[in-house]
């Protein structure tokens, strides 16, 4: 009975002491060598599926393996779960080792404090920052901080459009204004055929096109001094210029409003729209049967004139950051593999089998990234993108925007009027709902 | 069955004593102690588990409500600064945009468990009331009509996703295809028929678990009931009226308490059909709180969102018991 009683007390004090250091969080300041032939490592989606991402990765990490004798143990987690499951291991301190986030989301996890800093003396380490492209440096943590990620994939966004479609319509060149987009978009949208693919209930993609747009405007979702500004007249002329391809020009199918899946890329490879606006596509649309040579890429349209810095920007800087996990009990190990990953000979390998840029200078140079497609994206990383606002909130910004947006999609779609009132309506909503400061 | 016997005090020292003859040697004292401690002692895992599962995220959740909890301090969040009632006052403000966003959504929440519970008690009634005639092939209806409850709900109401799409789906194929019963294809995973997507999913996942527990509240009204009142010329309505509902009250009591709390929580459903954010017409309040957590990350105000809901939840319960026993009572008497 004693032993009983005594196991059972044992039983209690055990499991409230793991429940009460369960709460306390990754306090500690992280970053051991306490399990040093192993890594994890959380890649997000790039490919067409994870299967095809695994594929691609496991010879570089048997690879990195054979050099190092560290064995890496690979998860490729899906864009909708990821920033979810980056959050939840920054709750319990238990994460990766060496993880994949969105370039956009830099500064708000930097925020948390759960992403090891980029410092001179971390960067000597992986060959120093200079290796870097600035453009995608741009999109590593908030400005005046060390990095809180090293850049991997930089991607922008083109035009892609359909040559046959276009050569049947009678239009020779492909559209450098919205103008001209539209005009050709009218052309195009007929026998259940649509001049645009959009994704109107994808957030982070609904973002990315409202910055450009607002771009254009000269205007920005954010005061120089971080604070929320949703509700300037650049920005909701932007977001209803974007809006209206579907609720006024209807170049763009009504159906799209609940696309998030990618399905406008789907639509495009099957010849049901005659122009997508994406970032890096080319692999995603070859696995999905579409041969290189049945599309063109042009740059993104602006207002007037051609694509450059200030208002003519037609892209976000679009890429993938690779950071450690300040909790990892490998810091060298994770450091190896940071190297291994930027060095030129993998960036040549990995940006190839994805289609995208290095943001290596050395390894952005090489032959093999010379092609008209690249060329194109390359180009507009170089003199026309911008990167979105590195602020700490920048997530909740994508997603309170990115929503509100939506809706006016839905109201688009469903036949209610998108007016400049209830675009702004909208926008105060998402403002207001951002974290006060 | 095993409670029965464990109650009943004369088979229960009977089972001590054989099962521990050593005991009985032994002082008197310590036979007591076993006697009165033993059953705390069975009950001790699940307190302990109760307590690990329940009571100290409770806590936790109570004291995050006061903190300003932000991605600034997620990763310990103990040096969270205190907000005081800050996260409460702003969730409670309904004119302020957080309030009036929380409030709407409560109302639509409160709409869709209305209907929904009304609906899966009315289908389930229905159809166990019918199920209890004899007839070829009761079986075989029986089974299939616990599908959607046997079913995993990510995997169901994924199903759900692709028949609601609007281009490619197979609700707009057959309302608007084939039976021509609207102008032009419907959306049903934005804008307003939302609600309407979300209600059917409900339906269709909670009517079985009614049909359950009706039918089986229906086993234990003796048949005599129904031959008697058939003799004095009741029809099928009457006996309907006058035996079967009755009967079933302290059944009905349950299901709908059950029914109404599982509904007011849904998570599940309105997040694998709508992803992280739902359309404003159905906005559910448990989607809603998610939101406020972990999209915009105000752990917070999330919190404090919660407890009021649980505040909420607490009175309609209470007061749900209250009303339900004494109805009981006047009924016994």
Request: hydrophobic letters at 45%; one cysteine or more.
């Amino acid at each position: 009975m004693r032993r009983i009683r005594a196991a059972a007390a044992g039983a209690v004090t055990i499991s409230l002491l793991t429940a009460a250091t369960a709460c306390g969080g990754g306090s500690s300041s992280g970053g051991s060598n306490a399990s040093p032939k192993t890594l994890t490592y959380w890649a997000s989606n790039q490919g067409a599926s994870i299967e095809i991402d695994k594929k691609t990765l496991a010879p570089e990490l048997a690879k990195f393996e054979k050099q190092t004798g560290i064995k890496v143990k690979l998860e490729v987690v899906p864009w909708s779960d990821l920033l979810n499951r980056i959050l939840t291991a920054t709750t319990s301190g238990q994460g990766p080792d060496v993880l994949n986030i969105g370039n956009t989301w830099s500064a708000s996890l930097q925020a948390t404090g759960a992403l090891l800093p980029w410092d001179a003396k971390n960067f000597a380490k992986i060959g120093g920052k200079d290796r870097f492209v600035d453009s995608a440096l741009g999109s590593t943590g908030a400005e005046g901080k060390d990095p809180a990620a090293v850049p991997l994939y930089s991607m922008a966004y083109a035009l892609y459009y359909n040559k046959k479609m276009f050569a049947e319509a009678g239009i020779a060149n492909p559209p450098a204004t919205w103008a001209e987009l539209i005009a050709d978009g009218k052309k195009l949208s007929k026998g259940g055929h649509w001049g645009l693919g959009a994704e109107g209930s994808n957030a982070s993609e609904n973002i990315h096109h409202a910055f450009v747009f607002a771009k254009q405007h000269g205007a920005d979702f954010f005061t120089s001094d971080g604070q929320a500004d949703f509700t300037n007249d650049g920005v909701v002329a932007a977001v209803k210029q974007y809006v209206d391809l579907m609720a006024k020009d209807k170049i763009i199918a009504p159906g799209n409003a609940e696309y998030a899946q990618n399905q406008s890329v789907s639509d495009f490879a099957k010849g049901k729209n005659a122009m997508l606006l994406w970032q890096s596509a080319a692999a995603n649309l070859k696995s999905q049967g579409m041969a290189d040579d049945a599309y063109g890429i042009a740059p993104v349209p602006v207002q007037s004139g051609t694509p450059g810095t200030g208002t003519n920007v037609n892209s976000m800087v679009a890429g993938i950051n690779l950071a450690v996990f300040r909790n990892t009990k490998n810091l060298d190990g994770a450091t190896k593999f940071v190297k291994f990953l930027t060095s030129d000979a993998e960036q040549k390998i990995l940006n190839g089998a994805y289609t995208s840029i290095p943001p290596v200078k050395t390894a952005q140079t090489d032959t093999a990234f010379n092609s008209p497609s690249n060329a194109v994206l390359k180009d507009t990383l170089a003199k026309s993108a911008a990167a979105l606002p590195q602020v700490a909130d920048e997530s909740q910004f994508e997603t309170a925007v990115g929503t509100a947006i939506k809706g006016l999609f839905a109201d688009a779609a469903g036949g209610r009027a998108v007016t400049t009132a209830s675009v702004k309506a909208a926008l105060e909503k998402a403002q207001q709902q951002m974290p006060k400061k | 069955m095993t409670t029965t016997t464990a109650a009943s005090a004369e088979p229960g020292e009977r089972t001590v004593r054989k099962s521990s003859p050593g005991a009985a040697r032994g002082p008197r004292r310590t036979g007591r102690i076993k006697r009165i401690g033993l059953p705390y002692l069975l009950l001790l895992p699940a307190l302990v588990l109760e307590l690990l599962v329940h009571l100290v995220p409770m806590v936790i959740g109570i004291v995050m409500s006061f903190k300003e909890l932000t991605q600034f301090y997620i990763r310990d969040w103990g040096t969270a600064p205190w907000a005081g009632f800050d996260n409460y006052s702003v969730s409670v403000h309904f004119d302020e945009p957080v309030g009036k966003a929380l409030l709407h959504s409560f109302f639509v929440t409160i709409a869709f468990t209305l209907l929904s519970v009304g609906l899966c008690w009315l289908i389930g009634t229905a159809a166990a009331v019918y199920m209890q005639d004899n007839f070829v092939g009761r079986g075989v209806l029986r089974a299939l009509f616990l599908v959607p409850y046997a079913l995993p709900v990510y995997a169901a109401v994924i199903t759900w996703v692709f028949m609601f799409q609007h281009d490619n789906g197979l609700v707009n194929h057959v309302l608007h295809d084939q039976l021509h019963l609207t102008d032009k294809p419907s959306f049903w995973l934005i804008g307003d028929n939302s609600f309407y997507a979300l209600l059917t999913v409900s339906v269709w996942k909670g009517w079985p678990f009614a049909f359950l527990i009706v039918m089986a509240g229906l086993q234990n009204i003796p048949g005599e009931l129904y031959e008697a009142a058939a003799l004095d010329g009741a029809g099928l309505w009457q006996q309907l009226r006058r035996i079967t509902l009755p009967s079933l009250r302290p059944v009905n009591q349950v299901l709908v308490l059950v029914l109404f709390l599982w509904t007011f929580n849904d998570f599940n459903t309105p997040f694998v059909l709508f992803g992280r954010t739902a359309p404003d017409s159905a906005d559910l309040i448990s989607v809603h709180i998610y939101q406020a957590s972990f999209v915009t990350w105000n752990f917070g105000t999330g919190s404090a969102m919660s407890v009021l809901l649980l505040l909420f939840l607490l009175v309609v319960t209470g007061a749900y018991l209250l009303l339900t026993s004494r109805g009981r009572k006047t009924a016994d008497v």
